[in-house]
C-alpha cells in the first residue's frame, strides 16, 4: 500500500512538470500603439514625479547668449518590439500660437528605432524677441499611420472635476518674461526686481537659473540667502558711501532687508 502511494506521488508530480513545461504565455497580440510617455509615467521635477500632457519653462533665468532650448518629450510604443525602424506622425495641431521655423523646430522624420519601444521626440525651442511680451504655445499631436494605431487616447484622473490627460497630445508653453522666480525668497532678499536680480547674480557669480526651484534647493538654503543679503547690503554701502547710490529701474535706492 505504501508502495503504491509513493508511485501514485511520483506520476502525480512528473504529469505536473509535463504541464508546466507545455505551458506558454500569451503573446501580445493587440495592434501597437503610439503615446506620449509622460501621461503614463509622469514628469519628474528632481523631487516629484507627475502624470502629465503639458508643461511649460521660460528663457527669463537665461543668460542673454542662450538662444534656444531644446526640450525632449519622449514617445513609447504600447505593443511589440520591431526589428526594423518604424516612423511616428507626429501633427502640429493647428490651434498652436508657436510658428514653425520661427519659434521651434521638429524633426521632419521621427522614428522608434529598431530594437526599442521609446524615443525622445526633440523639441528646439528658438528664443525670439517676441517671448518678452508674449508666452507661446506648441500643441503636438500623434496620429495612426502604417506603423501605429492611437488607441490610447485619453482618460479621467479626477471624477469630481472630470479632468482628463490626453495621451496623443503634447502642450508645451515657453515665453521669455522675466518675473519673480520659485526660489525669490523675500524675507531676505526684499521685492523682486529684473535690475536687483541680474546684479547680484553678477556680482556673486550665481547662475539666475538655480533660482527656478523650490527654496531648500541647491544654493537655496537659509544659510545661502543669508551670505546674498549680507554681500549685496555690504556693496550697496559702499557704493553710496562713494556717492554711486544704486537705483531701480523706478528710480527708487536699491535695498536689501
Known amino acids: ?15 505536473g512538470f509535463t504541464s508546466c513545461e507545455q505551458e506558454e504565455i500569451a503573446a501580445y497580440s493587440g495592434s501597437d500603439s503610439i503615446y506620449f510617455a ?10 516629484t514625479t507627475t502624470i502629465a500632457d503639458s508643461t511649460g519653462f521660460t528663457f527669463a533665468l537665461e543668460k542673454p547668449e542662450v538662444v534656444g532650448k531644446t526640450y525632449n518629450i519622449p514617445v513609447r510604443v504600447q505593443g511589440n518590439i520591431s526589428d526594423v ?22 524633426p521632419a522624420d521621427f522614428v522608434i528605432p529598431a530594437g526599442k519601444v521609446v524615443n525622445d521626440l526633440p523639441v528646439k525651442v528658438l528664443r525670439t524677441a517676441d517671448m518678452k511680451k508674449n508666452s507661446l504655445l506648441l500643441i503636438l499631436n500623434l496620429e495612426e499611420n502604417e506603423s501605429f494605431k492611437t488607441d490610447m487616447k485619453s482618460k479621467e484622473i479626477n471624477v469630481l472635476t472630470h479632468k482628463k490627460i490626453s495621451f ?16 525669490w525668497y523675500a524675507p531676505y532678499l526684499g521685492t523682486f526686481s529684473a535690475k536687483k536680480f541680474f546684479l547680484m547674480c553678477d556680482l556673486i557669480h550665481l547662475d539666475p537659473a538655480i533660482f527656478n526651484q523650490k527654496l531648500g534647493g541647491p544654493g537655496l538654503a537659509i544659510a545661502d540667502f543669508v551670505y ?8 550697496l554701502a559702499d ?16 535695498i536689501f532687508p
Open 1 to 15: 500500500m505504501k508502495k503504491i502511494l509513493i508511485l501514485s506521488i511520483l506520476f502525480l508530480s512528473v504529469l
Open 38 to 47: 509622460p501621461s503614463v509615467y509622469g514628469l519628474s521635477d528632481g523631487a
Open 228 to 235: 546674498y543679503q549680507a554681500f549685496m547690503k555690504r556693496y
Open 239 to 254: 557704493q553710496k558711501a562713494s556717492g554711486n547710490i544704486i537705483y531701480e529701474e523706478d528710480g527708487k535706492e536699491m
Open 168 to 183: 496623443i497630445s503634447f502642450k508645451l508653453s515657453f515665453d521669455d518674461k522675466l518675473t519673480q522666480p520659485i526660489g
Open 85 to 106: 525602424d518604424r516612423k511616428v506622425k507626429v501633427v502640429v495641431d493647428p490651434k498652436s500660437t508657436a510658428v514653425a521655423g520661427t519659434h521651434f523646430e521638429i
